[in-house]
């Protein structure tokens, strides 16, 4: 508080008290800092050498900020925009953007916003994330079952095996033969996570006799396995053929 907002005269001293009565008494001062938070009045006792002390009140009303109780953190899907909202009642915005607008539409990112309201600025940041997408860590096929394990991304999950009709449960009944797509999307519906997997075609016996039953043994669908090892073996058990995969520069010969 500075002398010039109550007199031009020189040589005179401020000292502040809570009462009148201690400030006609020149008794109990206080602080000239004081820490406000809510509305107060204040005695001040003004001295000098040449004229009887004088005393004056003032009454400091406290402006509050407003904060926007609708800006929330957000989560975006990946290279997706998403509109950011201050709400209403404030007399100015000011975003990190430059944006003078109540809302702004930006991807992930950190940003903030200047809330003018009363007087006063209330700065409010406010951060976009990408959401994660879910990993498929394990898929289990059991003869015509098929159990999906996922981690990461936003749970709760959904599964699909078309992409379009989504089911709570991880598990998959009376899948038929051959191969299947399962499709794993997370709680910010964003994009699904697709892996393949097998509900492999067993034929435990062959007869190449050339009548047209069970002449072929067709196990192409292991192609998304690694490492895979087939054995053919006569009826006394003796190995009479053996194939093996190996992973070549990501691919399976």
Known sequence: ???????????????????????????????????????????????????????????????TPKKSERLKDAVVCENQLITLDAGTGFTSYLWSTGATTQTITVGAGSYYVDLGFNGCVYRQPVIVTTAQAPTITKIEVSGNTATITVSGGTPPYQYSLNGVDYQKSNVFTGLSR????VYVLGADGCFP?????????LVNAITPNGDGLNDVLNYSDLRIK???????????????????????????R
Not at 20 to 25: D, F, H, K, M, T
Not at 178 to 181: A, E, L
């Open 226 to 252: 690694q490492n895979v090892s087939i054995e053919v073996a006569d009826r006394y058990g003796a190995v009479i053929y053996r194939s093996e995969t190996r992973i070549i520069s990501g691919t399976e």
């Open 1 to 63: 508080m500075t002398l010039n907002l109550f007199t031009t005269g020189t040589g005179i001293t401020l000292s502040f008290y809570n009462s009148l009565a201690n400030a006609q008494a020149g008794t109990n001062s206080i602080s000239p800092l004081q820490t406000i938070t809510s509305t107060n009045t204040f005695y001040i006792r003004f001295t000098s050498a040449t004229e009887c002390p004088s005393t004056a009140m003032i009454t400091i009303n406290l402006k």
């Open 193 to 201: 996570v697709i892996k393949e997997f097998l509900v492999l075609n």
């Open 178 to 181: 051959g191969m299947h797509k």
